[in-house]
């Protein structure tokens, strides 16, 4: 069974239809990105799935559960982790401290402050300091490790990388890579097709709300995720 | 282009405190002339048309409408002189009618008199297929009658360049192809556009000539396809192939 079912999901936003019927499968330890350009859908997509946006159609299974209605809260409490677009996280509280807050949701397992500290020393240096001096990518790391202390089944991280600069991103994705090699299942939206692709096995790009094209991140071509990602051809019989 | 520009901005720089959103942009659209804007979020791409819709004031640089600099002028200025600009959120007044919405654009934004004004509506309205909903609330449209109307209100201020700011954004397949051909009519009749739209597949339809922004500056600029497979336009939107 999968750790993710997606079915027919339709989402708006007012009388925007932003999500128009997609289906998505994730498996137990699986990192697949979600490409596609400003206004596609995949914001609203990881939202929903966190339990942050209610779906006008369709069905989220998550580990067997119907959690279509689930709210956010009820959706943490499950093992599902936003790291949203922008981090927010609470300013003016410490590194440590804005670990603690999202600890006192946390599931049993594995990650816990001292062993995220542990596993990330960028965030060990920057323990005391309150999240609004840190930088982009210190404020990225913080918000991974916020999200990782509930120690959820399952991570959606929206736009790691934007805004951040070169050696930032780098940083943020070595966090990743531990993240991963500890087995984590992750929905990765990325505008950066290469560093998705680096620790990715599947990829799915979205146009419109739609999915119109899906594969193996080994086995697709930049050519072919460019064509589908401006919509300059269509590929036949891909993606619901 | 070969003639002369009929909305035309040179070596425009614009500001917000330590962000440059314009780095020295030039950019030129003749008469009768569709051309595209492409970028990726944060490329610049609405700053430039507020620019040169009068909306947002460069830094540095300048504007020219048919050959005469209209730099320091405003948007009512700009509007009346014959530049048009649809929204990217239409935004109509809601408790008026479809048709009173067009007539204040045609009226105040368009500067024209009472007989012309309503002679300008009835005929923007039924080119932009909103005839039969004309004395209807504009809060009761739904999305593509909104933005149908948005289209109206620009068109009823008698534009010689009309601005465009992803029209088709939320619509459905169907109706971005409606859009399409409403659009592909007005090019037809000689009116230039700038068109910023994210749905390039769309927009493509339509433009002969597709440019694309990326931190505040032109990276490319050509025949649309060329343009969308150009290495430095995947590398704006997806990221470089060599990171």
Request: contains cysteine.
């Amino acid at each position: 069974m999968s750790l993710l079912s997606v079915e027919n999901l339709e989402l708006r936003h007012g009388l925007l239809e932003a999500v128009r019927g997609v289906s998505l499968t994730l498996e137990q330890g699986q990192t697949v990105a979600l490409v596609g350009a400003n206004g596609a859908g995949k914001t609203t997509l990881l939202r929903a799935l966190a339990g942050a946006h209610r779906p006008s159609g369709g069905t989220i299974t998550f580990d067997g559960v119907d959690i279509t209605r689930r709210r956010a809260h009820e959706c943490v409490r499950m093992g599902i982790s936003l790291v949203p677009e922008g981090r927010r996280l609470f300013g003016n509280l410490t590194v440590e401290e804005n670990l603690l807050v999202a600890a006192q949701r946390k599931r049993p397992g594995h990650w816990n402050v001292e062993t995220l500290l542990e596993a990330f020393p960028l965030l060990q240096r920057l323990r005391h300091q309150r999240a609004a001096t840190l930088s982009g990518g210190e404020q990225q790391a913080a918000a991974i490790g916020r999200a990782l202390i509930s120690n959820p089944r399952l991570l959606l991280l929206d736009e790691v990388s934007l805004g951040l600069a070169p050696l930032a991103v780098d940083a943020v994705y070595s966090s990743l890579a531990t993240v991963i090699a500890a087995g984590a299942t992750i929905l990765l939206v990325e505008q950066d097709l290469t560093r998705a692709v680096s620790v990715a096995q599947r990829v799915v790009c979205m146009l419109e709300g739609r999915f119109v094209l899906e594969g193996r991140a080994a086995e697709l071509s930049r050519e072919q995720i460019t064509d589908a990602y401006f919509g300059l051809q269509r590929p036949a019989g891909v993606g619901a | 282009m070969t003639s002369e520009p009929v909305l035309e901005a040179v070596g425009v720089r614009r500001s917000f405190g330590a962000l440059a959103a314009l780095d020295g942009v030039d950019f030129a659209v003749g008469p009768g002339e569709a051309v595209g804007i492409v970028g990726p979020n944060g490329a610049g791409k609405t700053t430039l048309l507020s620019i040169l819709a009068g909306t947002i004031a460069p830094s540095s640089g300048t504007i020219r409408f048919r050959g005469r600099d209209v730099t320091r002028s405003g948007a009512s200025t700009r509007s009346r002189l014959g530049i048009g600009r649809a929204h990217q959120v239409p935004r109509p007044f809601g408790a008026m009618t479809v048709f009173e919405n067009c007539l204040v654009a045609a009226s105040t934004g368009g500067g024209l008199r009472r007989r012309q004004a309503y002679a300008r509506c009835i005929e923007m309205l039924e080119l932009c297929r909103l005839g039969d909903v004309a004395n209807r609330r504009a809060d009761t449209l739904g999305l593509l009658g909104r933005k149908r109307l948005e289209l109206a209100r620009a068109l009823a201020t008698n534009p010689v360049v009309l601005l465009l700011d992803e029209i088709a954004a939320g619509l459905t397949d169907a109706e971005a192809a409606e859009l399409v051909v409403m659009i592909k009519a007005l090019r037809d009749g000689g009116l230039a556009i700038v068109w910023i739209e994210h749905i390039v597949h769309v927009l493509v339809q339509v433009v002969e000539r597709l440019v694309c922004m990326d931190f505040g500056q032109v990276i490319a600029d050509g025949e649309p396809q060329a343009v969308m497979r150009d290495a430095r336009v995947v590398d704006a939107y997806l990221g470089s192939a060599a990171a």
